[in-house]
């Protein structure tokens, strides 16, 4: 079955930098794009990024555009989001998610970032 | 990238029908029929409910269905079960590979 897992959470202060990863298993990594979607506790879903099947081409949400990069190895069925100059706004859930069409049919159970000092 | 608007709440008792809009721009809700609905229960991660505005994926009841008229989209529960209170959201394409949510609604089964 397909299982999206994300790691590399945790709290970091602001300014620093922070890489997040997300295995993908049961499914063929290579032929789907990805996205990381975001959640700021008790608030609503924010898209953040999207990598074509074969990494060449991204695209950013305003917020997040020249601090944050998305990445991935199809030999290692894992995507990343590299993610510099935190900003405490940028605190949330940090879900990967595979899209099929226009839809998000698979996500992960989402890794914490706390952006504090 | 502003997000799509939706109410922050509504209510609805059990076998009662409830509607959630989506109110977007002629760029995202208005220009696609690539409007997608998300349901999340508390400490869950998100379950697509309706794609492509009106299309359900396998397993999801037929209680679930989506509409769209210009620039708004809507989500409309038949039936209302205890089970369907969670938040909502609902997500377009908005161009350039670009997605943008709505801000979420609480659905409450009172």
């Known amino acids: 079955q397909v299982q999206l897992e994300e790691s590399g959470g945790g709290v970091v202060q602001p300014g620093r930098s922070l890489r997040l990863s997300c295995a993908a298993s049961g499914f063929t990594f290579n032929n789907f794009a990805m996205h990381w979607v975001r959640q700021a506790p008790g608030k609503g879903l924010e898209w953040v990024a999207f990598?074509?099947?074969?990494?060449?081409?991204?695209y950013y949400a305003d917020s997040v555009e020249g601090r944050f990069t998305i990445s991935r190895d199809n030999s290692k069925n894992t995507l990343y989001l590299q993610m510099n100059s935190l900003r405490p706004e940028d605190t949330a859930v940090y879900y990967c998610a595979r899209i099929r069409g226009w839809l998000f049919d698979y996500w992960g159970q989402g890794t914490l970032v706390t952006v504090s000092s | 990238q502003s997000a799509l608007t939706q109410p922050r709440s509504v209510s609805g008792s059990p076998g009662q029908s409830v509607t959630i809009s989506c109110t977007g721009t002629?760029?995202?809700?208005?220009?696609?029929?690539?409007v997608s609905w998300y349901q999340q229960h508390p400490g869950k991660d998100p379950k697509v409910m309706i794609y492509d505005v009106n299309k359900r994926p396998s397993g999801v009841p037929d209680r679930f269905s989506g509409s769209k008229s210009g620039n708004t989209a809507s989500l409309t529960i038949s039936g209302l079960q205890a089970e369907d209170e969670a938040d909502y959201y609902c997500?377009?394409?908005?161009?350039?590979?670009?997605?943008?949510f709505g801000g979420g609604t609480k659905l409450t089964v009172v």
């Open positions: 997500c377009s394409y908005a161009g350039s590979y670009i997605l943008i």
């Open positions: 002629s760029s995202d809700v208005g220009g696609y029929n690539y």
């Open positions: 990598i074509s099947y074969d990494g060449g081409n991204k």
